[in-house]
């Protein structure tokens, strides 16, 4: 079964930065449409950036000009630079296909708070 693994999560004050990275066991990665989603406390999952098999990516507005998706389609890895980043980006981040079609992972925290 594919599973999805993410990390780089953590504590990071306002302002600062943080690379998240999403590893998917087999070898489909390449093949598939990935983005990064995340959730607050009390609030639904949202999609905050997308990626397809070619690099073309797409972003939410609230992460537009702070965030940048990437992949490396050879080790099956996608990654997220998180920039400037302000309270409300705190959340769990979890990888997926996009649409989602994959069992959710663990995700990984971030938070940002002074």
């Known amino acids: 079964q594919v599973q999805v693994v993410e990390s780089g999560g953590g504590l990071v004050q306002p302002g600062g930065s943080l690379r998240l990275s999403c590893v998917l066991s087999?070898?489909?990665?390449?093949?598939?449409?990935m983005g990064w989603y995340r959730q607050a406390p009390g609030k639904q999952r949202e999609l905050v950036a997308g990626?397809?098999?070619?690099?073309?990516?797409r972003y939410a507005d609230s992460v537009k000009g702070r965030f940048t998706i990437s992949r490396d389609n050879t080790e099956n890895t996608m990654y997220l630079q998180m920039n400037s980043l302000k309270p409300e980006d705190t959340a769990v981040y979890y990888c997926?296909?996009?649409?989602?079609?994959?069992?959710w992972g663990q995700g990984t925290q971030v938070t940002v708070s002074s």
């Open positions: 997926n296909t996009n649409p989602q079609s994959l069992p």
């Open positions: 087999g070898s489909i990665f390449r093949i598939l449409i």
């Open positions: 990626i397809t098999i070619g690099g073309a990516t």
